[in-house]
């Protein structure tokens, strides 16, 4: 682009952010810290940035030092990453001797190749701020380039109080409400139910039209065109029902199964596709099933809107479903997306908070209904035999009490009034802030760390060969597993790809096994052998005993599996032994796009997980994987079943501990837990 173009363009827009009346929201930002703002379109990222430079200039930062470019400008649409340098240095002659400018990126995720840029302007220390409307913006790949230089603020349409402040109501509605009062507020609150909550909302009369012209951005540009979808039928169809089973949770498969009926050919595979794009777009998210198993877990959620008015579009005469859909809303805008829960186990409660002991049910019909009262109260009486110790809350549309049932006490209180009381400040609203982590975080290897790798290796290999013709022995297995381990240290420094791994290591096999293997494709019988394994999971003895031991006695305790491999392996071995049930998370190389010993899967692994390093701790018994990763990432670790030259090793990898047990690594870990409280 020509560099007098850009410099007219960053000047136009200073109009963006001059004279601008800036609500303030609920969200704190910190001095010297870099922030990356997400979420849906529409929902006040750049008013996040305005509301910073606005601070900035009252705070005395000449405006000729703020540089801010939004790259959704169509007099930007043929810029490049080789670009980006020229607003930098465009920045930078603005400022003069002033200072280091202040810069604003808005929508940089609209130029390939961004990231680069970006993590040089952080390594540079440059005072910076990003935002993006695609959650694709923090893939393992470029959330590995960032590596942690940015905190990473999930911004939502408006909160109600910020919903009044908007409409300038700042009364306070926490003590007695009169009639009059209690009407208006009524009335308010159902406008912010029916059309949502996006800011710019607020002062626009046709309502409806704005809300089809933002679903249409999103289904259109960040759902249809970026990601190259041709069956757009399938995904209005899956949207749809997506919104008419917003209160039950929904498989892939039911999914695909009710598009394939309205005859569309589609399979279970596009299907999660298609979901993986709209979660990319934020335009729904997920919550768990708290007392499921693993891969239940993840493949059976309930899927809510980010906005109701959104939800309102697409369905008709939801009340029930659009009460649920703003709680959902609200409770991960307070505790975030991986702290709330659904609960279903023969009983069912619409939401749990493990953190705040608290389980919440959503009731839109009256309680003078005594089948509706009993249903509700019922389901908290049966789940506090399954938790016990837990706060009861029913939310309603209008009505406010005190009910207790089977000695269970239940608060029941209107929504438009626990939206307004009991704030929370969540990691949505601080962001990732190091430091501010309750949790312990215990990152664990898979594979002879908790479960026995090499027999259901042996299982899955004999299986395999046997069902192709060939022959199998000990001899077999222990060529087999000698030549494993030298490739995978061969992908683990990087000279290798994956599929070159598969592809050696039954080529190899084949070779020493009798039988015919000449029309065997090595690829395929890896495949083979990975499902064939993921169905035969070992266990270690004392592997759960030692998971269930932490859980029950370390306090806020977190479990990850952190494992190089085969995802499907490592899930379907997970679940077959019974381990899915103490696990917090699962991070698989295969997924992530990098292995371990690389730092950027850590970095990876932090990002996702939001804790900060010194609250996490690596269990292992690679040292070539685990303690090679602990080690770059400067995160402590424990070296399990240690052998060898292990005083030598200890000081190679700067190993923090060595447990020889479960027994030992139990007492090890709470040791540790009890020095980061200290």
Sequence with gaps: MNRDNIKLIILDQREMYRDRRIIKRNYILEDHVNYCFTGIRRTGKSYMMYQQILQLMEGGVVENRILYVNFEDERFLEITADDLNMILEIG?????????????????????????????????????????????????????????????????????????????????????????????????????????????LVGIQNKREYLRSIYQTIYLGDIITR??????????????????????????????????????????????NYISHMLDSYLIFTIQNYAAKLLEKETAPKYYFMDTGLLGLLTMKAETALLENLVAIELIRRYGENEVFYFESNIEVDFYIPEEKLAIQVCYGGLD????????????????????????????NSEETFLEYEGVKVSVIPAWK???????????????????????????????TLLDFHASEKIALEKVLKENGLSFSDDIYNAFKSCNKSLWGELEKGKISRNELFIKRFSYIFSLCSGDAAGLDPLKVNNDFIVTMSKNGVLMDGAKELL???????????IYIVSNGATINARGRIASTGLDKYIDGLFVSEDMGVNKPAPEYFDLVLQTIGEPKETCIVIGDSLTSDMAGAKNASLTSVWFMPEGEIEAAVRAYDIDYCAASYDELFETLKTWAESCRH
Excluded: C
């Design 418 to 448: 626990w939206l307004l009381e009991g704030k929370k400040e969540s990691s949505n609203m601080r962001g990732n802030a190091k430091g501010e982590s309750n949790h312990l975080n215990y990152l664990f290897d898979l594979d002879q």
């Design 92 to 200: 930078i002659e603005n400022a003069g001797k002033a200072g280091k400018p202040y810069i604003f990126l808005d929508e940089i995720q609209n130029v390939e190749g961004w990231d680069k840029f970006v993590r040089r302007l952080a390594d540079m220390k440059y005072p910076l701020s990003i935002t993006g409307s695609n959650s694709r913006m923090l893939s393992s790949e470029i959330a590995s380039t960032l590596g942690g230089r940015f905190m990473i603020v999930q911004v939502f349409p408006y909160a109600f109080d910020e919903y009044l402040k908007a409409l300038g109501n700042e009364q306070d509605y926490s003590g007695t409400v009169s009639t009059k009062d209690r009407a208006e507020i009524m009335a308010t609150y159902g406008r912010y139910v029916e059309y949502g909550a996006f800011p710019e």
């Design 369 to 396: 209904n005594i089948e509706t009262k009993e249903r509700e109260l019922r389901a908290f009486a049966r789940f506090s035999n399954h938790i016990p110790g837990v706060k009861y809350v029913l939310i309603t």
């Design 548 to 558: 269930e031991k932490i859980k029950n006695g370390i306090k806020d305790s977190r």
């Design 227 to 272: 990601n190259n979808v041709s069956n757009d039928f399938a995904v209005r169809m899956i949207l749809k029902k997506l919104a008419e089973s917003v209160m039950k949770p929904v498989s892939y498969s039911r999914l695909a199964n009710i598009v394939k009926s309205a005859g569309a050919n589609i399979s279970k595979q596009t299907v999660i």
